[in-house]
């Protein structure tokens, strides 16, 4: 075995039904993962599964071997949203991962542990070392920060003298590209956002947006906008090692990823690096993250 990264599925995106919901992650249970991140990221209307579900779903996983994490949503907006985030961090005895400076806030006041989500904005040591004496264990850099940036926060770290938090990258899935207050998915359709009427649910991998060419560009998944391709890190898997990366996060999909996660189980345990089978991720490389045409 070349390497000892782990495998996590990344927080659900998209808004499934709750039978769906539940039928997924009791297949996880027998998938070759070893972190699971659970939670609702994108927007508190979407109830499917309470608080309390999340959380039960969490200790069911737990006792199947599984590290699971309590993901916080990515933008907070109001009071209730704050009350959601602080049982997670009182009720969920684990870890958190942190997509938001309250959710920081929160861990750092109650000692809990936390990963650093991809939306906390983290581009330089001094961040990242702050983040760390705030209880600061795993980082999953930007979808944007590709492996020259991470390798130099990486060595001032080390520069430092400090030990590096473990290294989470966001191996396989739709990249999540921006969020906002306002609801792409309600405007779209030409609902009020207030009475949406909970449509995302009709759209298990987000709603395709393409361009006036006809070219697919973006997924429309509520207030967060995505990138139409699913990328695949797969390939750059003898740099991801040479890296220290640690853990490879898979983003849930809604048709065959128990392929996929069986795809990347094989490649993490091989010497040679698999074929490609999604689309190539540009901002890894320093590059533009879509493919031209």
């Given amino acids: 075995m070349q390497s000892t990264m782990k495998l996590?599925?990344?927080?659900?995106?998209?808004?499934w039904p709750r039978e769906r919901t539940y039928a997924f992650y009791r297949a996880v249970v027998d998938w070759p993962v070893d972190i699971v991140y659970l939670g609702e990221t994108v927007c508190s209307k979407r109830r499917e599964l309470s608080t309390g579900d999340w959380i039960a779903l969490a200790a069911e996983l737990a006792a199947n071997?599984?590290?699971?994490?309590l993901s916080s949503l990515a933008l907070i907006e109001a009071e209730s949203e704050l009350g959601v985030l602080k049982r997670l961090v009182a009720e969920g005895r684990g870890w958190i991962e942190a997509n938001?400076?309250?959710a920081v806030q929160l861990c750092r006041e109650r000692g809990v542990p936390f990963v650093a989500g991809p939306t906390l904005n983290v581009y330089n040591h001094a961040a990242l070392r702050l983040l760390m004496d705030d209880g600061l264990v795993r980082w999953v850099p930007g979808?944007?920060?590709?492996?020259?940036?991470?390798?130099?926060?990486?060595?001032?770290?080390?520069?430092?003298?400090?030990?590096?938090p473990e290294l989470e990258v966001i191996a396989y899935g739709r990249l999540p590209l921006a969020y906002s207050a306002r609801c792409f998915t309600a405007r779209a359709l030409d609902v009020p956002k207030d009475q949406c009427g909970f449509r995302c649910i009709d759209y298990p991998d987000g709603l395709p947006l393409a361009t006036r060419e006809g070219r697919?560009?973006?997924?429309?998944?509520?207030?967060?906008?995505?990138?139409?391709?699913?990328?695949?890190?797969?390939?750059?898997?003898?740099q991801l090692r040479e890296l220290g990366v640690d853990v490879l996060r898979l983003y849930p999909q809604a048709e065959g990823m128990a392929d996929i996660?069986?795809?990347y189980h094989h490649a993490r345990r091989s010497p040679q690096p698999p074929p490609r089978i999604a689309a190539r991720n540009g901002y890894w490389h320093g590059?533009?993250?879509?493919?031209?045409?």
């Fill in 143 to 164: 979808v944007e920060q590709g492996h020259v940036l991470i390798r130099e926060l990486r060595d001032a770290v080390l520069a430092a003298g400090l030990a590096m």
């Fill in 261 to 263: 996660v069986a795809h």
């Fill in 216 to 238: 697919p560009f973006l997924r429309i998944n509520g207030i967060q906008i995505q990138g139409d391709e699913i990328t695949d890190l797969g390939p750059e898997l003898p």
């Fill in 287 to 293: 590059e533009p993250g879509m493919q031209a045409h």
């Fill in 100 to 102: 938001d400076l309250s």
């Fill in 8 to 15: 996590s599925l990344g927080p659900l995106q998209y808004f």
């Fill in 65 to 69: 071997g599984k590290q699971v994490v």
